[in-house]
């Protein structure tokens, strides 16, 4: 045994989507020969410790960057000792953990790696110790008679042959091509039988090849959501040929022993060669795509000949329909049943990344009628319904983004011709002038362009009036909007179809003819503790300000649509990085002093993936506080519900794509039908894709990409473009780069060209409206007081740009939650720049600037080039299918990391200007949910739960009807979350269907 690979299960700890660190070391512990069952981000205590009992794991390695790990970690090694498990435990957060908890979780037995020891091991340096680890705890196990199973079937994969009965439940293989979905399927098809035959007891085995050099990434445990009362383990092949490891028919027989009725087994990809694993099941069920190439390609499949079921996976893809079709045709003429329709032929179209699809329903019908038949000869299956739905995106507008890419550089083809034609008739003019006979030039003379006509008209008309100016000390007059100062005709033209005034088509300059008067850019952000902390804050730095712009952060546990609880994994994380928010209550309290109806007050909430039921109890708390169902079409305000880069970038991830964008656009339609206006139903967020590691011209691209995604699909699912696009915002970063200097303005232009020109919207539609937070990737823990340094560049950059809004973050918001005092300063650093900087008192100080232009010319076509690639995958979902916009997020981070190590990309205080005294800084004292927080929380939410005891089940129950039954679901949401918590209600979605499947 000792000769074998180690195996370790690695995942991100519970509500923490922060998973590119344990990326990285699972990819590292792989290249050094273990085999890592890779758990993904958000698992839970019990998650860890059953996959590390089944998969009979000797170690299991945890990353936690949310706080609550002294809890988490305890915890853990309490369940496994629980559960007879003698796996290793091995943790690392960063500078989170600080070095008081390490030494406190090395008494406990838990080995956390800070960054002192990856400076001084190096990343394979810390696995091989984890390896070292590992195998001291294989070699001292013990396997005998009576083995547990999990124990039995690693017995069996070294080569083993204990004695088994020769007994054999039914078997289910599914097979078919790597990235055809089978593991998604294979979860749909648990989940079913859950629903309808839970009594019966399923085993999977999942099986993955290990790689050329050792080691193997076993990763369909990963995707899997439906595994509760689901024995599952993780194989590798170790050598073995065709997908099938040995002792697999052993295997299936210690299954059977252990009282399964039902083993499935997966197999790795395998292209055409994939027809083995019918030697040893009873039934086999081939999962593909439509592009399986050309049509001869079909004969050369194996598996079609031995399957029994085939499912054409991702049956949403252009040519679908066609490829059921051929696919039918090659199965009559391998099994010669020329005399059958191809209609009647057992291929079914399936999309298993969709709430009850009604393809995997048929699917599921059809197994479970020939499990039957192999079991006792009936043909009698379990009727789960249909549920056909349209596309999000139809595929014939797939290219849309292509298409838009086509728009913007068609808009400034004939912004280059009409320059020409103007300035040639200008030309033609003023010689015709100078001549005492002009009659010879008449062939020459025509009349000017009509759009550059019209544009010079307007400009004429506005240089005649007075204009809005500022009066410096020195008594010198600025104007509030600087313009041209050549009135040559061509680059008047260029001026004003390229930038223009503020407020004016393209709107390249900012949305607004003059900034807001009396409201500065800046948000309030705030969040920790209890609702009653954050509410005390929120007044704090509301106190003398002209208006109140609040910004909610929330603690991971709501962050992931969880309630409060004691047990440790979710307490440790109660009110810590962010507020508690569980009920109607809670929301009430949290706003308790404010007047939501103000027109002076607007509420940001940055809540993504249980979004829907936060903004329900938001607009109920407004309801409550004034008494008026109609005060939903006052209260101002945005929530970020931004799932597309969620996915992309930051994994707070609660329902699967199709689930949440169809919320989404419940909620979008519901606004529409209630005339909500003056609230954004999602705030499109590049933020959070540049803290995960793009760069700025990324961050916008892949930003604008997801936007023009919510406008199709709004637009497939019948709404009008005028209805929905004015309720849709932008939030993007600033950094340091070059590039930032220019986002909002790209940004803006791109977008009104492109619903001007492509989707026919009117003028409110056309102007993009954006926060800017200054970016926290920039924040250093070294030279903390540096930081403040940063934050005001890039808080001028967003002045300068036009930002609608505006945050600052604090210097030491690298390492805790802001105190006070450092967020009174970060304040200070807008304030400084609104009251006391000269040039922010002009409206576009940096409007003209030849860099500034050169770089929103460069920028932007840079953007339209990113579209175009997106739009070769299938658009922004299709991308998002194979992890394209993960991938290159995650290669500019590297480039990043590697520059900022190696010194070419200089940081002050940080690679360069350092510090010689290295005297180490005292800890920072951690901002943290206290415990009379966490237990009032508990409490509250005990009192609600007791108060609507009987009123909670029935509405969940219509909740679930409606979002199976394809209703709206926020319509249901505004009633559900005034009788039930917000647990219950994630709880209700994902008893239906709608979780979100984690990927690599």
């Keep these: 045994m000792s000769s074998s690979p180690v195996r370790i299960v690695t995942a991100a700890a519970l509500f923490d989507g922060h998973d590119a660190a344990i990326t990285v070391i699972r990819r590292v512990l792989q290249s050094r020969g273990a085999e890592v069952i890779h758990l993904g981000h958000d698992r839970s205590v019990h998650d860890v410790a059953a996959a590390a009992l089944q998969e009979d794991a000797h170690g299991v390695a945890v990353s936690s960057y949310q706080g609550g790990h002294l809890e988490y970690f305890g915890y853990l090694v309490d369940r496994l000792a629980e559960l007879g498990s003698d796996a290793r435990v091995f943790g690392g957060g960063?500078?989170?953990?600080?070095?008081?908890?390490?030494?406190?979780?090395?008494?406990?037995?838990?080995?956390?790696?800070?960054?002192?020891?990856?400076?001084?091991?190096?990343?394979?340096?810390?696995?091989?110790?984890?390896?070292?680890?590992?195998?001291?705890?294989?070699?001292?196990?013990?396997?005998?008679?009576?083995?547990?199973?999990?124990?039995?079937?690693?017995?069996?994969?070294?080569?083993?042959?204990?004695?088994?009965?020769?007994?054999r439940p039914l078997t289910v293989g599914i097979t078919g091509t790597g990235g055809s979905g089978k593991s998604s399927l294979t979860d749909e098809l648990l989940l079913r039988f859950r629903r309808h035959l839970p009594a019966l007891r399923i085993a999977v085995l999942a099986v993955d090849p290990t790689a050329r050099r050792g080691g193997a990434l076993l990763g369909d445990r990963i995707r899997m959501?439906?595994?509760?009362?689901?024995?599952?383990?993780?194989?590798?092949?170790?050598?073995?040929?065709?997908?099938?490891?040995?002792?697999?028919?052993?295997?299936?027989?210690?299954?059977?022993?252990?009282?399964?009725?039902?083993?499935?087994?997966?197999?790795?990809?395998?292209?055409?060669?994939?027809?083995?694993?019918?030697?040893?099941?009873?039934?086999?069920?081939?999962?593909?795509?439509?592009?399986?190439?050309?049509?001869?390609?079909?004969?050369?499949?194996?598996?079609?000949?031995?399957?029994?079921?085939?499912?054409?996976?991702?049956?949403?893809?252009?040519?679908?329909?066609?490829?059921?079709?051929?696919?039918?045709?090659?199965?009559?003429?391998?099994?010669?049943?020329?005399?059958?329709s191809w209609q009647s032929q057992p291929v079914v179209g399936t999309i298993a990344s969709r709430v009850n699809d009604g393809g995997v329903n048929e699917l599921f019908d059809l197994l479970l009628g020939r499990l039957g038949e192999v079991s006792t000869g009936s043909t009698g299956g379990v009727s789960t319904g249909s549920a056909g739905r349209k596309a999000l995106i139809p595929p014939a507008r797939e290219r849309y983004l292509s298409e838009i890419a086509g728009t913007v550089r068609s808009y400034h083809s004939t912004t280059a011709e009409l320059v020409q034609q103007t300035r040639r008739h200008a030309a033609v003019e003023a010689v015709a002038e100078l001549l005492d006979d002009p009659v010879p030039l008449q062939h020459l003379r025509t009349a000017p362009p009509t759009e550059s006509d019209a544009l010079l008209a307007a400009w004429r008309l506005r240089s005649t009036g007075e204009q809005p100016h500022v009066d410096t000390l020195s008594g010198t007059r600025l104007p509030k909007v600087a313009t041209p100062s050549d009135d040559e005709v061509g680059g008047l033209v260029r001026y004003l179809r390229a930038e223009n005034v503020p407020g004016t088509f393209p709107f390249t300059a900012g949305v607004f003819a003059l900034k807001r008067s009396g409201e500065r850019p800046t948000r309030m952000f705030a969040g920790e503790g209890d609702p009653a902390r954050t509410n005390r804050r929120f007044h704090l730095l509301a106190d003398g300000q002209p208006s109140t712009r609040l910004s909610t952060a929330f603690d991971s546990v709501t962050l992931y649509g969880r309630d409060p609880a004691r047990q440790p994994d979710i307490y440790g994380k109660v009110g810590t990085s962010g507020v508690s928010i569980a009920t109607l209550d809670d929301m009430r309290d949290l706003f308790a002093g404010f007047d939501l109806a103000d027109p002076t007050t607007s509420v940001s909430m940055t809540i993504n993936g249980p979004a829907p039921t936060i903004l329900a109890m938001f607009f109920n708390a407004a309801i409550d506080a004034t008494g008026d169902p109609e005060v939903v079409r006052r209260v101002r305000g945005t929530v970020q519900a931004d799932i597309l880069k969620e996915d992309q970038g930051q994994n707070t991830c609660l329902f699967s794509i199709d689930f949440s964008l169809r919320a989404m656009a419940d909620v979008q339609e519901w606004f529409i039908e209630h005339a909500v206006t003056r609230f954004y139903s999602v705030s499109i967020s590049g933020y959070h894709i540049a803290e995960a590691g793009a760069n700025p011209i990324t961050q916008l691209a892949l930003t604008l990409a997801n936007g023009f995604t919510y406008v199709e699909a709004y637009l497939a699912r019948g709404m009008a473009v005028d209805d929905f696009a004015p309720n849709l915002s932008f939030f993007f970063s600033n950094g340091m780069d070059a590039e930032y200097s220019v986002i909002g303005r790209v940004a803006r232009r791109i977008w009104a060209v492109a619903l001007r020109e492509k989707y026919g919207a009117g003028e409110r539609a056309q102007k993009l409206k954006y926060h800017i937070q200054t970016s926290g990737r920039s924040l250093h823990a070294a030279e903390m007081e540096f930081n403040d340094v940063r934050t005001t560049l890039q808080a001028l950059c967003a002045f300068y740009d036009s930002a609608n809004s505006l945050h600052t973050n604090a210097y030491d918001e690298a390492v805790t939650t802001p105190s006070e005092a450092s967020v009174r300063r970060a304040l200070a650093i807008q304030l400084i720049i609104d009251s006391e900087w000269g040039p922010a008192a002009v409206d576009n100080p940096l409007q003209g600037s030849y860099l500034i232009e050169q770089l929103t010319e460069l920028v932007e076509e840079a953007v339209l080039a990113e579209f175009d690639r997106i739009a070769e995958r299938g658009g922004v979902l299709g991308a998002m299918e194979t992890g394209y916009q993960r991938g290159l997020i995650q290669d500019e981070s590297m480039l990043y990391e590697s520059r900022k190590h190696d010194g070419t990309l200089p940081i002050i205080g940080v690679n360069t200007f350092v510090n010689a005294d290295d005297t180490p800084a005292s800890p920072p004292v951690l901002a943290r949910g206290t415990v009379a927080e966490k237990e009032s929380q508990l409490a509250r939410l005990a009192d609600f739960h007791a108060r609507h005891a009987d009123e909670a089940p029935p509405a969940l129950e219509r909740l679930k009807a409606v979002a199976l039954a394809d209703g709206n679901v926020f319509d249901e949401l505004m009633r559900t979350v005034r009788v039930a918590s917000l647990g219950q209600i994630t709880e209700a979605f994902f008893e239906v269907g709608g979780r979100y499947r984690r990927s690599m």
């Design 225 to 340: 959501n439906a595994l509760d009362g689901v024995f599952f383990r993780s194989l590798a092949t170790r050598g073995a040929t065709a997908g099938i490891p040995r002792g697999l028919d052993a295997m299936v027989r210690a299954c059977a022993a252990d009282g399964h009725d039902l083993v499935i087994i997966e197999t790795p990809g395998m292209g055409q060669g994939d027809a083995a694993i019918a030697d040893h099941a009873d039934l086999v069920v081939y999962v593909m795509t439509p592009e399986y190439g050309a049509a001869t390609q079909l004969e050369k499949i194996a598996a079609l000949e031995v399957a029994d079921l085939v499912a054409i996976n991702k049956f949403d893809r252009r040519g679908a329909d066609d490829a059921r079709r051929d696919v039918a045709r090659q199965l009559i003429r391998n099994r010669g049943a020329f005399g059958e």
């Design 94 to 167: 960063g500078g989170v953990i600080v070095p008081a908890e390490i030494e406190t979780l090395a008494a406990k037995g838990v080995a956390v790696y800070s960054p002192a020891d990856g400076q001084r091991l190096g990343l394979t340096g810390m696995a091989d110790e984890v390896i070292a680890a590992c195998r001291e705890v294989q070699r001292s196990r013990q396997a005998g008679p009576g083995a547990p199973l999990a124990r039995t079937l690693t017995l069996l994969a070294e080569g083993a042959e204990p004695d088994l009965p020769d007994v």
